[in-house]
Structure formats: C-alpha cells, structure tokens
C-alpha cells in the first residue's frame, strides 16, 4: 500500500488511520519504520503514541533505545535502535521482555533478525518537501490490517 503525505499533518494522519485499524489488543505487535534521517519515522511515531492516548512529550529514544508508554490503551515501546552496532546489544534492551505492549521500531534494519517477527513495515521516503509512505504486511494479521486501510 502506497501514500503520498503531502505534509506533516498527513504523516500524523497516516498514523491515526494504523492506530485505529489495529486491533484493541495489540501487546506483540511490532511496526518497522524505515527511512532515512529526518524522512518522518519519529513524526510518525509521536502520532501513533498520541493517538493511543499519551499527553504530553515523546522523547526520542535514540540513547535510551527504548521508550515505555503505559497507557490505559495498552503498553507501546518506542524503540530506535539507531545507535546499536551489533544484533547481540537487543539482549541488553531485554527485547524479549517487550512483548506484552506495541513495539514501535525505528532503525530496524540494525537488527536484521527482526523482520521474521514484525507485523508491520512503514516505509517513508523524501518526495521534495513532501513524503510517501509504503506500507507492507510482514505477518498475515499484518497484511489483514493493510486491506482495512486502503
Ligand atoms: N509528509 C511530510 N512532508 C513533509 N515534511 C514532513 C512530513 N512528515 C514529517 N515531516 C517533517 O520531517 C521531519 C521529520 O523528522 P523526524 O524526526 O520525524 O524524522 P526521523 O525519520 O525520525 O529522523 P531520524 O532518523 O533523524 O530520527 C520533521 O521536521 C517533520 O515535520
Ligand atoms: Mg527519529
């Protein structure tokens, strides 16, 4: 599935329409988001978490890696694994352990591995001053999610 986002509103809106077309029980979940520096990943992320419900700041997590939400809507992590240079560093982020909420992943192409276990993969890429977004089923609740949101 492919966007165009003209804008940072249509980025956000982009992750309002996900948010809402997930399922009420979304611990396990996990989205990829791709693309390069400042292409939206962190924009898209911001609006995910505020659609679940969060008020207030969203810190990047680039050197906590990992950012917990606890919310009444369900436990999401915000995760930026940016500045992780090898695979084997997730077992210190106690990755397993993040299983009972919605994983947001930034940077996810630093640990390879996890693609066989993501639902989701947004894709975003500069157009001018605008954007696009690509959207891929990686599971097949994942692809069942992205009929809904043509
Ligand atoms: N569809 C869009 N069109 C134009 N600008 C956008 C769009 N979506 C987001 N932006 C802008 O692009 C910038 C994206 O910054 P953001 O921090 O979200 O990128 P990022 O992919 O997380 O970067 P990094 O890899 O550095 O973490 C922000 O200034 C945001 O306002
Ligand atoms: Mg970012």
Redesign the pocket.
Known sequence: MNRF????A???ALAGEIFAALPDDRAGWTVL?T????????????ALIKAAGHQGAVP?P?YTLVEPYKLPAGNIYHI?L?RVSDPEELRFLGWSELDDGFRLV??PDRAPDLVNEADLAVE?EYAG???TASIKGLSTRGSVLIQKIN
């Open positions: 986002l003209a804008d940072e249509a980025t956000i988001l693309g390069e520096l400042g292409a939206g990943k962190s924009t898209f992320a911001r990047s680039t930026d940016y930034e940077w975003l001053n605008s954007r």
